[in-house]
């Protein structure tokens, strides 16, 4: 339920917990699961379009100056 973009407090409505509950149990879970591991090493890196995407940001009276 929670995958699917329900909240604390309505899962705990649905299954008549309370929302403290649930947040433990998806607490829980979450360290039980392991996250994939992507050991490629990264040879090339273009940085030339965040620069683009930072500097039009800045001109435009977003971000840091």
């Known amino acids: 339920m929670y995958l699917e973009g329900l909240g604390f407090r309505a899962i705990g409505r649905i299954l008549k917990v309370s929302h403290t509950a649930v947040?433990?149990?998806?607490?829980?879970?979450?360290?039980?699961?392991?996250?994939?591991?992507?050991?490629?090493?990264?040879?090339?890196?273009?940085l030339d379009k965040l620069n683009t995407y930072v500097n039009k940001k800045v001109a435009d009276g977003f971000g840091l100056q």
């Not at 947040?23 to 890196?45: F, H, N, R, S, T």
């Open 23 to 46: 947040y433990y149990w998806i607490k829980q879970a979450g360290k039980a699961i392991e996250l994939p591991v992507d050991e490629e090493i990264v040879d090339v890196v273009d």
